[in-house]
């Protein structure tokens, strides 16, 4: 019974010192391909998110079909700032998603910073797709 009370809080201990120090080092010599959801210092897109919208198309079929919202990508940035890797979360569909996604990987990101390192990160970016309907022809 006192092995057990002293385990318990060792482990608790590990658990959490293991998400406060982030990464586990790899001693295998491979690089390491995680990905922080968060740093303390996070990545933005060079230009700010205006810089984005404005690489955005908005696909005509989502025009015509009077398509508007947002969607979400999952972005993983790597230490340099490029993006490596995209996901949709949430999307709308009608080309709106490939052409979100299209314009989050031609954008370039200030990198993360962690305990003073570049680091790898994941963010979620939201692209707005809004029509603007005194311009829309019939």
Request: charged share 30%.
């Amino acid at each position: 019974m006192k092995k057990e009370i002293f385990i318990l809080p060792l482990m608790i201990i590990l658990l959490i010192s293991t998400n406060i120090f982030g990464q586990e080092k790899d001693t295998s010599g491979k690089s390491n391909d995680k990905y922080l959801m968060e740093a303390e210092v996070m990545p933005e897109p060079i230009g700010g998110m205006s810089a984005i919208q404005k690489k955005v198309i908005y696909p005509e079929i989502a025009k015509k079909a009077g398509v508007e919202g947002k969607v979400y990508i999952k972005t993983f940035i790597d230490e340099k700032g490029n993006v490596t890797k995209t996901e949709i979360l949430k999307g709308i569909g009608n080309g709106c998603d490939k052409a979100a996604i299209k314009a989050v990987k031609e954008t370039k990101f200030t990198p993360a910073k962690q305990r003073g390192k570049l680091v790898k990160v994941q963010v979620v970016v939201p692209i707005m797709f809004k029509l603007n309907k005194s311009k829309i022809k019939n």
